[in-house]
């Protein structure tokens, strides 16, 4: 039996159960809060003004010291953040990502009007915002499968996930989605061939070769650097050498 429970809204309460502040979603237990409560120094105050959500100050507690104080006050401290986060129109800046999406989801999915409104809006805020760790949670737990292949377009989805994985990863990843005919990757894949044949990797050059990528570009773009592609011969291993070769002889000018 809860020692003590406040209700945020119809689907949200919180209930203090063994001293620890546990979140129930209609009914069903949903998890339970974080100890995020900190004794910040005045001369640490002004490394914390560019902090924008909870995440970002959560994210540079190391230089903080944590404090520790009793359940009952501290179940209190999270029932007001999450009657703030309510009154705030669900803002995720005021809660942890953890705690702060999935529960929007779920009110979303379940048909509340304030979160229906906002949780499209929150996730692209929250995506654009640019805090590699938020981008991290979003995309690894599905919350952008929301979005059309149009919008993630114009989020820079795309990009941003090739410019988390090594280039060989990627170039397998785009001539997978190549292969799969998504067309509309055509030109990225097109532009990061280019980068690398103009580019300093020799590494990534030999398996642009080896790999047949470069077997992917346009005749013009080849006859436009096919002496690029010549000068790789000089230093390459014997198997490149020969597939150089074979490559040059099947793109003859």
Partial sequence: MAEK???????IVLKLEKGITEIYFNGLKFGHCKHLLFNIKRNKMKDLL??????EFSGSYENIDNITIDSNTEFWAHCSNLQAWYENNYNTDILV??????????????GDKKAVEVYKEELLRRFNSKYEPVRDFLFENYF??????????????LEWILSKIDKIKM?????????????????????EILKT????????????IDSGCLKNLPKKI?????????ELRYRAPPKIKKKIK????????
Avoid: C, Q, W
Avoid at 171 to 191: A, G, H, R, S, W
């Fill in 5 to 11: 429970e406040f209700r945020v809204n119809e689907y």
């Fill in 197 to 208: 044949i103009t580019g300093n990797e020799k590494e990534l050059k030999y398996y642009l």
């Fill in 246 to 253: 074979s490559f040059l002889l099947h793109f003859e000018f």
């Fill in 97 to 110: 990502m953890d705690i702060a999406f999935p529960l929007l989801e779920a009110l979303y999915k379940s």
């Fill in 144 to 157: 952008l499968e929301f979005f059309t292949d149009e919008e993630l377009e114009s989020m820079g989805l």
């Fill in 222 to 230: 080849i006859k436009e650097n096919i002496k690029r592609i010549e």
């Fill in 50 to 55: 560019h902090i924008k959500s909870m995440d």
């Fill in 171 to 191: 170039f397998k990843f785009l001539t997978m989605l190549l292969n799969d005919d998504v067309e509309k990757y055509y030109d990225v894949y097109i532009e």
